[in-house]
């Protein structure tokens, strides 16, 4: 019998008013799911930070009530040593004990990578700096990372920031289980053991998804790609279409008994809610 898994949903940082006032009432809707924290992404060399923050710490002020607890992504690249320490000791004073600990894009024009190269860097730092007072998620890439020189050697560096303190990961999305159960007993294979969890992407655009995918290396399979062209512009019909694919997609996963489902929400409710009432997630 599989058991219930840990939910998790991930927003981008408003940047206007209105987004916040969107984003709260997209929080407030999403916790019938009870999920155990609330992600929040982080800009290319920390160019969302202030944001961020904003948006973590009101997450934060409101865990006792709501019992979910806020996850900043960090990006160390392009960045130094003191300005993470400053971040870290930001969110250790605003009571934050979780974080999703990235490697990260040079922002368009930026050349200079920083103190740290990599992601395994950045974990090992945190945990030199704040013993164990964080919980570090860690990205894991099923579909392997486009810029890894093959799936060895990403798999190799996934290892790294495991060894560096690494409590869990969460996979970039995917849309092929099998890439999932092969990367499980590729990591199995070589000792790794935290919890991966799998990323669940929601398809609200395909033409936003297809070129978001192209660049992040996450495959749309051939025959999905096909049914999604076919739509056009019947934005109704298509909705319908891939709500239904994720409720079938999200149980297949709830069945291999994942350790959880993180669902990058795009700031929406739906089809998220939907996926899950189906699924009797709601709590």
Known sequence: MSRQPVISCEFFPPKTEKGAQNLLLVQQELAVLRPEFYSVTFGAGGSTQDNTLEA???IQQQANKTGIHAAPHLSCVGSSRQRIRTILQTYIDNDISRV???RGDLPSGMRDHGEFRYANELVEFIRQETGDHFTIEVAAYPEVHPQAQNADVDLENFKRKVDAGADSAITQYF?????YLYFMDRCQQIGITIPIVPGIMPINNYTQLARFSASCGAEIPRW????LEAFYDDS???QAFTTDYLTDFTEKLIKLNVPGLH??????TQPVLTVCERLGLLR
Do not use: C, G, P, Q
Not at 175 to 179: A, F, G, L, R
């Open 224 to 227: 999905l790609t096909k049914r």
């Open 175 to 179: 849309y092929n289980i099998d890439s």
């Open 236 to 238: 109704v019909s298509m």
């Open 56 to 58: 973590v710490v009101a």
């Open 263 to 268: 669902f990058y929400s795009m700031n929406k």
């Open 100 to 102: 999703v600990a990235l």
